[in-house]
């Protein structure tokens, strides 16, 4: 459990890092994947719907109190939701090979993203939603799940290969025994 | 015997997702102060580890940005070096151009290559010799005056005995009063000799060659009288002349052709 807490913490400062250097030269027209977020992806399909909400709510609210203090609950808010949803469904919908998952990936940085501006504009009504949306939000899901697809194809060819063991399946995957 | 540990799960799992989502609710809804205020406790381990982190990671990278960074300093340093020297020797030598165009005689130039390892001989070598046509005895100048006479060439080498040696004298003349003499060193400071105690010579007067000698020209500059003094003679008046050439960073000279050497 301890390991696992420590695990999960390094690699978050890890990909925060990653996220303002590696996603920057990854950038295409401005549109960097969301790497915070395919982290809890991954640990809320190999943990389950706690942790996934439980990282949710400490990845949203440790990088809005960095970054954005002043919407400081959006983000744990949204990633709560997203961790939770994944953990949850990830145990519901077969997800077998790469593409599922980054589909699946897909529809929830969406839904992400719509309950991010969506609170955001509840607190400010000024605030653009459609525009964001549809120049951001989409292209970033696509963007980020087609890195996760990869991710995980490239994990499942190395397990299939038998240099990771286990690490690909998640709770849901153990569970049911594939 | 599974379903209270179902209904647990499910309930912890739900618990979880309401605690969480709770208090994120709570704080979107507090005032601006309290959530920076809670900002910086909720950032407060995570920036300094993240930074922490960041140096490790690039700890690799860092270290080689580094090499290379000093690698380039040196480089940098080096080409800088090179570049004053460049700008001093080019500013020399457009000074000696112009010298060149206003001189009445026909200059070879040279460069100079050595100094005489000897103490007690003030000499220098340059790197012109017969194949340019350097002769004995021709005056050797520089941009600021007469600096001494050839007094040995090789094909390719000669040898120049500086105005400090004893043994360059040379024909001078005062150029305000018009009082004739002869310059001469004794390594390290010149003076002029024969000069009259009646002689109008004044400090700061300028020294010129005379032209008399027979081996340099007249009118070069010689030097500025620095100090008159009594000697312990009746008839003639001490005269130290502060050589207006420095003979400790000389590069460049030129031979004078055509003079009466």
């Not at chain 2, 979880?16 to 208090?23: D, E, G, R, V, W």
């Not at chain 2, 050439?245 to 000279?253: A, H, I, Y």
Request: with cysteine; glycine share 10%; proline share 4%.
């Amino acid at each position: 459990m301890a390991y696992k807490l420590i695990k999960y913490l390094l690699l978050f400062l890890l990909t925060t890092i990653l996220q303002s250097t590696v996603a920057a030269i990854l950038s295409i027209w401005g549109i960097k994947p969301d790497l915070l977020l395919l982290l809890l992806f991954y640990i809320s399909l190999k943990e389950g719907p706690i942790w996934g909400a439980g990282w949710g709510f400490v990845f949203g609210f440790t990088i809005d109190s960095a970054y954005a203090p002043l919407q400081l609950g959006i983000g744990s808010f949204s990633k709560v939701c997203f961790g939770f949803l994944a953990g949850n469904w990830g145990d519901k919908i077969y997800l077998e090979t790469p593409q599922s998952k980054g589909l699946f990936l897909f529809s929830l940085v969406t839904i992400h993203d719509i309950l991010r501006y969506g609170m955001g504009k509840l607190g400010n009504p000024g605030l653009a939603f459609w525009y964001p949306l549809l120049t951001k939000t989409l292209p970033t899901a696509a963007y980020t799940a087609i890195l996760g697809t990869i991710v995980y194809w490239l994990i499942k060819r190395q397990t299939e290969k038998g240099y990771i063991i286990g690490s690909l399946r998640g709770k849901g995957e153990t569970e049911r025994g594939i | 015997m599974q379903a209270p540990t179902r209904l647990t799960f499910a309930h912890l799992k739900y618990l979880t997702l309401a605690i969480s989502l709770l208090f994120s609710l709570v704080v979107m809804g507090l005032n601006q102060r309290a959530k920076i205020q809670l900002a910086k406790a909720g950032s407060l381990a995570f920036i300094p580890a993240q930074r922490l982190l960041f140096y490790l990671v690039r700890m690799g990278e860092i270290y080689a940005e580094n090499r290379k960074l000093r690698l380039m300093n040196t480089q940098l340093s080096l080409e800088v070096e090179r570049t004053k020297g460049l700008k001093e020797e080019n500013q020399r030598l457009r000074r000696m151009l112009n010298f060149k165009e206003r001189a009445p005689f026909q200059l070879i130039p040279a460069e100079v290559i050595g100094r005489g390892p000897e103490r007690a001989t003030k000499s220098i070598i340059i790197d012109g010799g017969g194949d340019e046509g350097i002769e004995v005895n021709q005056p050797v100048i520089s941009v600021d005056g007469l600096v001494g006479r050839v007094i040995k060439v090789g094909r390719k080498r000669s040898t120049v005995l500086l105005l400090l040696d004893p043994d360059c004298k040379a024909s001078s003349l005062v150029e305000r009063s018009k009082v004739y003499s002869i310059m001469e060193c004794d390594g390290e400071r010149c003076s002029l000799k024969g000069v009259p105690l009646y002689a109008d010579v004044q400090e700061g007067d300028r020294v010129v060659t005379s032209g008399w000698g027979g081996i340099f020209p007249p009118g070069l500059k010689l030097g500025v009288v620095k100090k008159v003094f009594s000697e312990n003679s009746a008839l003639l008046k001490g005269v130290e002349v502060q050589p207006i050439v420095d003979f400790t960073s000389l590069k460049e000279v030129f031979i004078l052709q055509g003079g009466p050497g």
